[in-house]
């Protein structure tokens, strides 16, 4: 089980000298472009499964994310991850299957693994630049998780009033 927490971004120069300084971080990727296409199928309401087609274009590879939610809102998803030969023609097969598309998440991501944590900075298009902290564990794990979640970021200068409980996606549905 995945569990993340986020964060929006109010000092990039900060957050940037603070990584610096954490024993042992390794970047894992820089400037990535992400293009992440949700999906749901039409007579679903609230989204319990999520399907999600990620198209990198540094790599030009593209990843199949099921997600299904815990019981601990939108810090923790089961998911799995399967690489896609043909992105195009998956999406067209959901659409073509009763899926309609429910939100697209375009992003620049650098990321870093520290401990058993990865930390990503997201610059997304319409929404700005956040860090995002996940860490896998059990459900049994979940709040004790969420609190070295909740350490680290404090570790980074990150205040505890900017944590957003809310993914990417909830956050770009409420703008619209």
């Known amino acids: 089980m995945e569990i993340e ?23 894992k990727k820089s400037g990535e472009r992400q293009v992440d296409l949700y999906f749901k199928h039409e007579g679903e309401e609230n989204e319990k499964m999520v399907i999600r087609i990620r198209k990198n274009y540094e790599n030009n590879e593209a990843t199949l994310t099921l997600k299904s939610k815990s019981r601990h809102d939108d810090i923790a998803w089961q998911d ?13 097969l959901l659409l073509n299957s009763g899926y309609i598309y429910f939100c697209l998440i375009d992003k620049i991501r650098q990321s870093f693994s520290y401990k058993e944590f990865e ?22 794990e979940v709040e004790v998780i969420r609190k070295q979640i909740m350490d680290l970021l404090a570790l980074l200068g990150v205040a505890e009033n900017a944590i957003i409980n809310q993914g990417y996606v909830q956050l770009a549905v409420s703008q619209e």
Request: no cysteine.
């Open 5 to 27: 927490l986020r964060a929006k971004i109010s000092n990039e120069k900060l957050l940037d000298e603070k990584l610096k300084q954490l024993p042992g971080i390794l970047e």
């Open 119 to 140: 930390i990503n900075i997201d610059n997304i298009r319409d929404l700005g630049l956040f860090i995002e902290i996940e860490k896998n564990g059990t459900e049994n």
């Open 80 to 92: 799995f991850d399967t690489p896609i030969v043909d992105p195009d023609r998956l999406e067209e």
